[in-house]
């Protein structure tokens, strides 16, 4: 069985890179090098439960800076994570299986007792208390149905 999050620890590895270069191109290595410790230093922590010590930063403008690198590494790492689920749901598409925290999942995964109390009570308050999605995935969904449909969200 293969490894489906290898693709996006592929892409956002080589992002990570491509940032340190330009980071080292634009202010030097010891701005990737002070990223570096504080990224090891909260890895460590987080392994181990307790909340990392990132130390001195010195200089206000070094800390401006190693808050705007870690600012860019989780945007790019936002965008790998988006091109993953694209990726995601082309490969589903391409078998036939119906997409993970879609709505026909989610209709899919409803039993018969579900679908007799989705006739007293809405369908969305169902699906959060079978915890089927989770509320901001299941408003996003819905949000996005109106605006395809002419409504405004």
Do not use: W
Not at 8 to 19: C, E, F, S
Not at 26 to 45: C, N, T, Y
Not at 76 to 102: F, P, V
């Amino acid at each position: 069985m293969s490894d489906s999050a290898a693709p996006l620890r592929r892409d956002v590895r080589l992002l990570g890179t491509i940032l340190g270069n330009v980071l080292v191109e634009q202010e030097g290595p010891e701005l990737l090098q002070s990223v570096e410790r504080i990224r090891k230093r909260a890895r460590s922590a987080r392994r181990n439960g307790t909340v990392a010590d990132i130390g001195e930063l010195g200089a206000a403008e070094d800390g401006v800076l190693v808050l705007r690198a870690f600012g860019l590494y989780f945007q790019l790492a936002n965008l790998a994570e988006q091109l993953h689920r694209l990726r995601r749901r082309r490969e589903d598409a391409r078998h036939g299986d119906i997409a993970r925290e879609s709505l026909a999942d989610v209709f899919g995964r409803l039993g018969d007792a579900d679908l007799e109390r989705a006739r007293d009570v809405s369908i969305r308050q169902v699906i959060l208390e079978e915890e089927l999605l989770p509320e901001k995935k299941l408003d996003e969904i819905l949000n996005l149905k109106k605006l395809t449909q002419g409504g405004r969200a």
